[in-house]
């Protein structure tokens, strides 16, 4: 069983940044690709950003240029680094990894930029 637990979440300021984690544990998986998804109150949940294993990345419309998606594979470990945050990114965040054709989700980390 996989499971993935998120981090980083918190309170920040229009402009500011926030680094997300998240931490795949379980054993001999091989989870591909691993990702962002967000959603805020009243709003279907969307793609933030996905990688590959190969290093292939997909970004949201909303978020090329500000964010950025990195995954160290050691360690199991995918980040988001955010910058120049808005209000419009307030959301919960959730991390997704897929291993053949199962899906997992994390708990969701709220993030919330103040304007």
């Known amino acids: 069983q996989v499971q993935l637990v998120e981090s980083g979440g918190g309170l920040v300021q229009a402009g500011g940044s926030l680094r997300l984690s998240c931490a795949a544990s379980?054993?001999?998986?091989?989870?591909?690709?691993m990702g962002w998804y967000r959603q805020a109150p009243g709003k279907q949940r969307e793609l933030v950003a996905t990688?590959?294993?190969?290093?292939?990345?997909i970004y949201g419309d909303s978020v090329k240029g500000r964010f950025t998606i990195s995954r160290d594979n050691g360690k199991n470990t995918v980040y988001l680094q955010m910058n120049c945050l808005k209000p419009e990114d307030t959301a919960v965040y959730y991390c997704h990894a897929k291993m053949s054709i199962f899906d997992y989700w994390g708990q969701g980390t709220q993030v919330t930029v103040s304007s």
């Open positions: 990688l590959t294993n190969g290093g292939s990345t």
């Open positions: 379980g054993s001999g998986f091989s989870l591909n690709p």
